[in-house]
């Protein structure tokens, strides 16, 4: 590992990597109960490879990792970029992606910040790590903390999907179901952490949340043919794998190894919409919504946690958002199915989603070259994609029974 810093989003400030420093102390004296995250960190490398990886698994160059610190293996990531064929004939698109994160140990995207959050916690000695979460990312923190060695604390509204919070259970972390809502449960976390002395991996406060994304765009431009995109698609909440896919794109950029950025679209499901509007009003500020309950669990913020450095990815990649219902999230979920064989959740439908919308829109041209983060797993919440998929053909056990149209 090369020399690296926590520069913050908003002034520029540098600090040195420290367990306890979570956000910019200029910028988060301006932080309002409740509202997004001020003076989100990332971390800033001196120097970077400057060759892609020719082999799977090469990312560690690109991390905020000490040379000699020994991890327990636990692969996260490196999933596959699958051409989407089928699928791409159906949308008049002969240059479409899928990026398979519905592959990672616990299923979704949200691994690749708790692997890299726990590997932190190691190399900082620390025992016990924390996080709210609307279900995925404290499903992530279980798994890995528990595959590392860790204690894992987490926060989930009592809502989440029941697949979820079982799942946490099964890989032994302490699961509290907050009687509130996710927003809720964040702020109680963060409290938690400070007054137990607990590692906070709170999204986009803990600056490592952002950089463990960032590999799988990484990943993507390793994947696609010619090292190029035209535009990536990602559901999108608190912006934080949005962000990580802009921190991605920056560190290639600063590397020379990447020209042109692909544009980033952020997809958001119908009421959850704030990064959506915090972009048409052109300020994070705006960027609340009073209540957010689509059926994209994953995506149900309040007051996206990654706002401001959202935004700024959104410009400086010259993307956008899209909203889709929750129609159309379902509609998403089977033809996903039906074309590609991945079954995902809403949110890792999404992506889909929001491409059809913006093929509508005229915001993509059929020709381009774009990829769709399917960033989790729909046997997280199976009762979500019911109500769209065929029936079953109830059948007596002889062959006569056979309905004579299949
Ligand atoms: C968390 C999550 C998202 C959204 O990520 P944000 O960083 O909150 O924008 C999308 N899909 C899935 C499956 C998730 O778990
Ligand atoms: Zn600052």
New binding site residues.
Partial sequence: MSHVELSCVECGSRYPEDPTLLVCPACASRQEVGGHTRGVLLVRHAELPDYWPQAHGEWRGWLPLPDGLELPRFPVGDTPLLHGAALGARLGMPHLWLKDDTRNPSG???DRASWLVCAKALQFELETVATAS?G??ATALACCAAAFGLQAVVFVPVTAPAAKLLHIRACGATLLAVEGSYDQAFELSSAACLARGWYNRN?ALNPYTIEGKKTALLEMLTQAPGHALDAIFV????????GGLGKGIADLQQAGLLGAAPRLYAVQAGSSDALARGWEAGEAAAARVPRADSVAD??N?EAPRNAQHALQVLAATRGGCVRVSDEELRSAIALLGAAMGIFA?P??AAALAGLRKALELGLVDAHERVALLI??NGLKDPAAAGSHLPDALRVAPRLEALPKFI
Avoid at 235 to 242: A, H, P, Q, Y
């Fill in positions: 979704s995207t949200k609307t995925n990312a999204t559901g999108t909440g608190d912006g934080v794998i949005l994953s995506l913020v959740e949110a890792g960033t989790g």
